[in-house]
């Protein structure tokens, strides 16, 4: 019966085939698609090409078998130049997508563009040399390949969106200077990237461009870039250089997060915006300079040096207008909100006074210190969450309000002081500190009962009183 059905599928073809040719357009151009084929030792698979919409090029479309079934083609694939005395200008959207079979392709001097995922996931590929006219390359048009090598050659004009992401074996990229635009993630996953050239002619480099490419050690920025986009060189954690040239004004939000063996930055005076979490979980990290230019949002900016366990020290420029450092700690430039305490600075930190307000994620995720104490200056705290080694919290200050997470998950919390100023803990400021057992308040039994009273801010916790200064009243949830 399959011998039936295959000398059946066999005839219908021939049938087809004649008929195209008898009664067929012709020369004249006026079909929409065409055939070619190549020929194979195992089976014969078919170029498919279609007619542009303007009738004076062909778009290549992809390849099927005898059944007109897609199929890949085997080895190397050649695509010819012209086709019925057209040129080949285009590869045309998810022709080769998927097609596993093909180790390389050669395409001529006319292609000018290659469609989105016109060779997506033909994960035997390993070559890609660019054709002399090639001006575009689609979005993911060899993304999760095996390229080995990839050539890119000047009059290039566009590469979109994750063109080469995950193109795993790549192990050096040129960006020629005729490059204007790059999408998102054009580069993204490239885990064997090892060297990289930008050229002259884009201007920003885009979201997630080089995320995760874990084998990249050092980046030279050229002058013509200015901005870096959210998590541009995330994770990437080989990286250990980075020149930021001088035209660089903007590093996006979690540019270098998690890039795990940078050790030293120094941020040059030409950029003036850091986004949030810049160089978040940068665990090897132990000095920052920031230079004149940055103008810190100290409102909306956070966590940019948050969870680096290794952090001594953050230096600023004396000419910065927004910032300065004492002791190695960043301040705003008045001095009045403490940004963020490196993490591997000292143990018992005191609050200077003066500070007025501890910023969210200052000593979020800090392991080291165990004693933390307040100046009378200090009248808004966050910010102290996931402190793994905190003991002793002296709040003794101006605070009237305890927000929601500001000590939650500090699991050796023993011991909290609360200010006579205090009217309100909120319901989550405390939650998952088991071993909390003191709770000292600065105030009568009375002034608790008449300002506190009620509170939800130590769930799980074992406390179940507080001590005030004539006695002690308990502690009740609402």
Same mark, same amino acid.
């Given at each position: 019966?399959?011998? =039936?059905?295959?000398?059946i599928?066999?005839?219908?073809?021939?049938?087809?085939l004649?008929?195209?040719?008898?009664f067929?357009?012709? #020369?004249?151009?006026?079909?929409? !698609?065409?055939?070619? %084929?190549?020929?194979?030792?195992?089976?014969?698979?078919?170029?498919?090409?279609q007619? %542009?919409s303007?009738?004076?090029?062909?778009?290549?479309?992809?390849?099927?078998n005898?059944?007109g079934?897609?199929m890949?083609?085997? @080895?190397?694939?050649?695509?010819?130049a012209?086709?019925?005395?057209?040129?080949?200008?285009?590869?045309?959207?998810?022709a080769?997508?998927? /097609?596993?079979?093909?180790? &390389?392709?050669?395409? #001529?001097?006319?292609?000018?563009?290659?469609?989105?995922?016109? /060779?997506?996931?033909?994960?035997?590929?390993? &070559?890609?040399?660019?054709?002399?006219?090639? =001006?575009?390359? @689609?979005?993911?048009?060899?993304?999760?390949t095996?390229?080995?090598?990839?050539?890119?050659?000047?009059?290039?004009?566009?590469?979109?969106?994750?063109?080469?992401?995950?193109?795993?074996k790549?192990t050096?990229?040129?960006?020629?200077?005729?490059?204007?635009?790059?999408?998102?993630?054009? /580069?993204?996953?490239?885990?064997?990237?090892?060297?990289? !050239?930008?050229?002259?002619?884009?201007? &920003?480099l885009?979201?997630?461009?080089?995320r995760?490419?874990?084998?990249?050690?050092?980046?030279?920025?050229?002058?013509?870039i200015?901005?870096? @986009?959210?998590?541009?060189?995330? !994770?990437?954690?080989?990286?250990?250089?980075?020149?930021?040239?001088?035209?660089?004004?903007?590093?996006?939000? &979690?540019?270098?997060?998690?890039?795990?063996?940078?050790?030293?930055?120094?941020?040059?005076? +030409?950029v003036?915006?850091?986004?949030?979490?810049?160089?978040?979980?940068?665990?090897? $990290?132990?000095?920052?300079?920031i230079?004149d230019?940055?103008?810190?949002?100290?409102?909306?900016?956070?966590?940019?040096?948050?969870?680096?366990?290794?952090?001594?020290?953050?230096?600023?420029?004396?000419?910065n207008?927004t910032?300065?450092?004492?002791?190695?700690? $960043?301040?705003?430039?008045?001095?009045?909100e403490?940004?963020?305490?490196?993490?591997? =600075?000292?143990?018992?930190?005191?609050i200077?006074?003066?500070?007025?307000?501890?910023?969210?994620d200052?000593?979020?995720n800090?392991?080291?210190?165990? +004693?933390?104490?307040?100046?009378?200056?200090?009248?808004?705290?966050?910010?102290?969450?996931?402190?793994?080694?905190?003991?002793?919290?002296?709040?003794?200050?101006?605070? %009237?309000?305890?927000?929601?997470?500001t000590?939650?998950?500090?699991?050796?919390?023993?011991s909290?002081?609360? #200010?006579?100023?205090? !009217?309100?803990?909120?319901?989550?400021?405390?939650?998952?500190?088991p071993?909390?057992?003191?709770?000292?308040?600065?105030?009568?039994?009375?002034?608790?009962?008449?300002?506190?009273?009620?509170?939800?801010?130590?769930?799980?916790? #074992?406390?179940?009183?507080?001590?005030?200064?004539?006695?002690?009243?308990?502690?009740?949830?609402?």
């Amino acid at each position: 019966m399959k011998n =039936k059905k295959l000398i059946i599928a066999c005839l219908l073809s021939a049938s087809a085939l004649a008929l195209c040719s008898c009664f067929g357009p012709g #020369p004249n151009k006026q079909s929409q !698609s065409s055939e070619e %084929s190549i020929p194979d030792k195992k089976y014969e698979v078919t170029i498919q090409y279609q007619l %542009s919409s303007d009738g004076t090029y062909y778009i290549v479309t992809g390849a099927r078998n005898d059944a007109g079934e897609r199929m890949s083609p085997q @080895g190397a694939l050649t695509i010819p130049a012209e086709h019925e005395g057209l040129p080949v200008k285009k590869i045309g959207e998810e022709a080769f997508d998927s /097609f596993g079979e093909m180790t &390389s392709i050669n395409l #001529p001097d006319t292609i000018e563009e290659i469609g989105h995922d016109a /060779f997506h996931g033909c994960n035997a590929l390993t &070559s890609f040399e660019m054709p002399a006219n090639l =001006k575009i390359v @689609g979005m993911s048009a060899f993304a999760d390949t095996r390229l080995q090598t990839i050539t890119l050659k000047e009059g290039l004009e566009r590469i979109e969106r994750g063109a080469f992401y995950a193109s795993e074996k790549v192990t050096s990229i040129t960006i020629p200077n005729s490059v204007t635009y790059l999408g998102d993630e054009v /580069f993204g996953n490239n885990f064997a990237l090892e060297t990289l !050239s930008i050229g002259a002619g884009i201007t &920003s480099l885009p979201q997630s461009t080089f995320r995760n490419c874990l084998s990249l050690r050092s980046i030279n920025i050229p002058d013509n870039i200015t901005s870096l @986009g959210e998590g541009c060189f995330a !994770s990437c954690t080989s990286l250990t250089d980075i020149d930021f040239g001088n035209g660089l004004t903007e590093l996006g939000i &979690s540019v270098f997060i998690d890039c795990s063996s940078l050790v030293n930055v120094t941020i040059p005076n +030409n950029v003036i915006n850091m986004g949030n979490c810049t160089f978040y979980r940068c665990e090897k $990290l132990e000095t920052v300079n920031i230079g004149d230019g940055v103008m810190f949002d100290v409102t909306n900016n956070s966590g940019c040096f948050g969870e680096c366990p290794k952090l001594t020290a953050i230096n600023v420029s004396a000419n910065n207008q927004t910032l300065k450092s004492i002791d190695g700690v $960043l301040y705003s430039k008045d001095g009045k909100e403490l940004i963020q305490y490196p993490a591997n =600075k000292n143990s018992n930190v005191f609050i200077k006074e003066g500070v007025t307000q501890i910023h969210y994620d200052a000593f979020s995720n800090n392991s080291v210190i165990t +004693n933390i104490t307040l100046s009378s200056t200090v009248w808004k705290i966050r910010g102290f969450n996931f402190c793994a080694a905190l003991r002793i919290a002296d709040l003794n200050s101006q605070i %009237s309000c305890v927000e929601d997470y500001t000590f939650v998950n500090c699991p050796e919390l023993l011991s909290v002081t609360l #200010p006579k100023t205090l !009217s309100y803990i909120e319901g989550y400021a405390f939650q998952n500190c088991p071993k909390i057992t003191t709770v000292n308040y600065l105030g009568t039994v009375e002034e608790w009962e008449e300002k506190v009273s009620y509170c939800n801010g130590f769930k799980d916790s #074992p406390v179940t009183e507080v001590t005030c200064t004539n006695g002690t009243t308990a502690l009740r949830t609402a």
